[in-house]
């Protein structure tokens, strides 16, 4: 079959003529380039004006940015793939009409590709997420960098690019949206007062909670969490900006290490008890 088609390519044609087919070849590549630089700033240019107006979120606005360059250059490429097979004379209609097994083995292949792009639809449809969130999905914690037709692109908090089909995205969890929760737990000794450390507790929270901005409701002393083994947990919790919640969090962790040392307040290490036995002698 791909001797038929090979055979169906004019040859004869091609050697002839392949000085000039080269200088073709180069001027609709140099064409391709213009017309791809042009069109990307083109969008760029549409979508600063957009951003302008404020008419949608900004990171909705990147979402579509870079969804509207990724179809862009998807069909400026297929035009180039078509535009390269006129020059050689290659009749696609043949390629099509005898591709027999390998057009039915594409069509197999192609059923991941296609539900990658419906997928990739329905989360911009639904507006699951957008540039810029944090989110979790597919085994993977990170912020969006882009979405595409056929991948998201998530960021890791290590600094990795993960590269997810969007076929794989069976559940999303989105954690930029509305606020956050910023929690901390810390642990006092058994000997210590808990009233006393409650009330120190509550100082924190009120002197910081007029301090940082970034604090929506809270942060409040719920109070003795857990009873551990060798501690006793109260737990902290504040409403934050979104995004901002593990600064807060440090924040307070640092603030409660300060207060509890100028109060001699002991935050214990984890104790140990090991235990020995002897065997005892044997009478003889």
């Known amino acids: 079959m791909m001797i038929d088609l090979l055979a169906k390519i004019h040859w004869e044609d091609i050697l002839k003529n392949t000085g000039f087919i080269i200088l073709k070849i180069i001027v609709i590549l140099i064409v391709f380039w213009i017309a791809k630089k042009v069109g990307e700033r083109f969008i760029d240019h549409t979508f600063t ?49 005898g591709a027999g097994i390998v057009g039915l083995a594409i069509g197999f292949g192609a059923q991941g590709l296609v539900s990658d792009v419906v997928t990739g639809f329905f989360l911009l449809l639904e507006r699951q ?18 979405i595409g037709l056929k991948t998201t692109q998530l960021r890791g908090f290590d600094g990795t690019l993960h590269f997810v089909p969007n076929r794989e995205i069976s559940s999303l969890s989105n954690h930029s949206r509305g606020n956050m929760r910023a929690l901390v737990d810390i642990g006092i000794s058994y000997d210590e007062n808990v009233d006393n450390a409650l009330g120190v507790l509550q100082a924190i929270c009120k002197r910081i909670k007029e301090e940082n901005e970034l604090i929506i409701e809270g942060p409040d002393v719920l109070g003795v969490q857990t009873l551990g083994s060798s501690d006793v947990v109260i737990r902290i919790i504040a409403q934050t900006v979104n995004g901002e919640q593990f600064g807060v969090e440090r924040e307070i962790r640092k603030a409660i290490k300060e207060a509890f040392d100028e109060h001699n307040i002991e935050i214990p290490y984890p104790h140990q008890v090991y235990v020995h036995k002897k065997e005892q002698e044997r009478d003889a």
Do not use: P
């Open 129 to 146: 997420m957008d540039v810029g969130d944090y989110v979790t999905l597919a085994g993977y914690d990170g912020v969006v960098e882009e």
């Open 49 to 97: 004006k957009v951003k302008g107006k404020k008419a949608a979120s900004i990171g909705r606005v990147h979402t579509l940015e870079r969804l509207t360059k990724n179809i862009f250059s998807y069909v400026l490429s297929f035009i180039l793939i078509v535009i390269l097979f006129g020059i050689f004379h290659f009749d696609v209609s043949a390629l099509i009409a």
